[in-house]
């Protein structure tokens, strides 16, 4: 009797361990699944490890008063620049001129003109003028004196909110409409940049020297390029001049303008003037990297179409810039 039940005992045992392998072996083979099931992967048959993200998986969500967003520090710095007028904000919110993004596109004349905004878009036009004549861009003259078959060139407007605020209003040639051979040769249709090691090596030099510097956007640049004496070249009177001027009158260009094919190596070769006048050296190394030696220390600059960039000690630096305005 006591061998029987040990028997079935035994006989039973060895049932629960095999089910419970293969309940095991179950288990192991959904979990197999699951993992193939969760494991994506390309068509090459790499796995493909998905970000991870930082609210949601690390419960950053969790902290109280969660937010993204400038630190005291980036507040208070561009607080300061808007209050200084220095820069035009391009970020997104950060010139406080603006609520929506869709306000800061391009617009032409007769579109800015049909806005609400009507009257600083005018006022942005007479200022426009304003640095024209400042500038002895043109000189107006009669219609019958523009010599037969001379190509009259048209402009347009580029019109844009600032994210400051501001409104600007830029007339442009239309560049297309000039002839070559006649307005321009193929030598000057060029923009001079400084080479991407110089502007490297410069930054450099101002972190290890301690340097001061300063980026320049010269207001105005490209009318204040020269063209040459032989170049005739005639503009109709643009939209927003007409008051201006009588409807038989055209503008002579007596500088570039902005859209002009050759208005960036004019703005160039007046740039290398001035530093001629200002007693700077031009390297054999980059044609747009400038250099003088004062008592106090080297003064460098570097120039890129129409921005420029000058550093050394502090006061050489406002000698520098002064120098330049002059």
């Given at each position: 009797?006591?061998?029987?039940?040990e028997?079935?005992e035994?006989?039973?045992?060895?049932?629960?361990?095999?089910?419970?392998?293969e309940?095991?072996?179950?288990?192991?083979?959904?979990?197999?699944?699951?993992e193939?099931?969760?494991i994506?992967?390309?068509r090459?048959?790499?796995?493909?490890?998905?970000p991870?993200?930082l609210?949601?998986?690390?419960?950053?969500?969790?902290?109280?008063?969660?937010?993204?967003?400038?630190?005291?520090?980036?507040?208070?710095?561009?607080?300061?620049?808007?209050?200084?007028?220095e820069?035009?904000?391009?970020?997104a919110?950060?010139?406080?001129?603006?609520?929506?993004?869709?306000?800061?596109?391009?617009?032409?004349?007769?579109?800015?003109?049909?806005?609400?905004?009507?009257?600083?878009?005018?006022?942005?036009?007479?200022?426009e003028?304003e640095?024209?004549?400042k500038?002895?861009?043109?000189?107006?003259?009669?219609?019958?004196?523009v010599p037969?078959?001379?190509?009259?060139l048209?402009?347009?407007?580029?019109?844009?909110k600032?994210?400051?605020?501001?409104?600007?209003?830029?007339?442009?040639?239309?560049?297309?409409?000039?002839?070559?051979?006649?307005?321009?040769?193929?030598?000057?249709?060029?923009?001079?940049?400084a080479?991407?090691?110089?502007?490297?090596?410069?930054?450099?030099?101002i972190?290890?020297?301690?340097?001061?510097?300063?980026?320049?956007?010269?207001?105005?640049a490209?009318?204040?390029?020269?063209?040459?004496?032989?170049?005739?070249c005639y503009?109709?009177?643009?939209e927003?001049?007409?008051?201006?001027?009588?409807?038989n009158?055209?503008?002579?260009?007596l500088?570039?303008?902005?859209?002009?094919?050759?208005?960036?190596?004019a703005?160039?070769?007046?740039?290398?003037?001035a530093?001629?006048?200002?007693k700077?050296?031009?390297?054999?190394?980059?044609?747009?990297?400038?250099?003088?030696?004062?008592?106090?220390?080297?003064?460098?600059?570097?120039?890129?179409v129409?921005?420029?960039?000058?550093?050394?000690?502090?006061?050489?630096?406002?000698?520098?810039?002064?120098?330049?305005?002059?």
């Amino acid at each position: 009797m006591s061998d029987h039940s040990e028997a079935g005992e035994r006989s039973g045992t060895n049932v629960h361990a095999e089910e419970a392998r293969e309940n095991d072996d179950g288990a192991e083979e959904e979990k197999n699944d699951d993992e193939k099931e969760a494991i994506e992967t390309t068509r090459s048959g790499r796995a493909i490890t998905k970000p991870t993200r930082l609210i949601e998986e690390y419960g950053a969500s969790g902290y109280d008063n969660y937010s993204i967003g400038l630190t005291e520090a980036e507040q208070q710095y561009y607080k300061i620049m808007r209050e200084s007028g220095e820069f035009a904000f391009v970020g997104a919110g950060l010139g406080g001129g603006f609520t929506n993004t869709s306000e800061l596109h391009v617009m032409k004349y007769k579109e800015a003109m049909a806005s609400s905004d009507r009257d600083k878009w005018q006022k942005a036009v007479d200022e426009e003028h304003e640095r024209m004549l400042k500038h002895n861009v043109w000189k107006p003259v009669l219609r019958k004196d523009v010599p037969e078959g001379a190509k009259i060139l048209t402009s347009t407007w580029a019109m844009k909110k600032k994210a400051n605020g501001t409104y600007c209003a830029r007339m442009n040639a239309r560049g297309y409409e000039q002839v070559d051979g006649e307005h321009y040769n193929k030598m000057v249709k060029v923009a001079p940049a400084a080479n991407e090691i110089t502007i490297q090596m410069i930054l450099v030099l101002i972190v290890m020297a301690n340097w001061a510097a300063s980026v320049i956007d010269i207001n105005g640049a490209f009318l204040n390029g020269e063209l040459d004496e032989h170049v005739e070249c005639y503009l109709e009177v643009p939209e927003g001049f007409e008051k201006y001027y009588s409807p038989n009158v055209m503008l002579k260009r007596l500088r570039t303008l902005y859209g002009m094919i050759q208005a960036a190596y004019a703005f160039w070769t007046t740039f290398l003037n001035a530093m001629w006048h200002m007693k700077y050296n031009r390297s054999k190394a980059d044609p747009c990297l400038y250099y003088r030696w004062t008592k106090t220390g080297l003064v460098l600059w570097i120039s890129w179409v129409d921005d420029c960039l000058v550093c050394g000690r502090q006061e050489n630096v406002e000698e520098a810039k002064n120098g330049l305005k002059e």
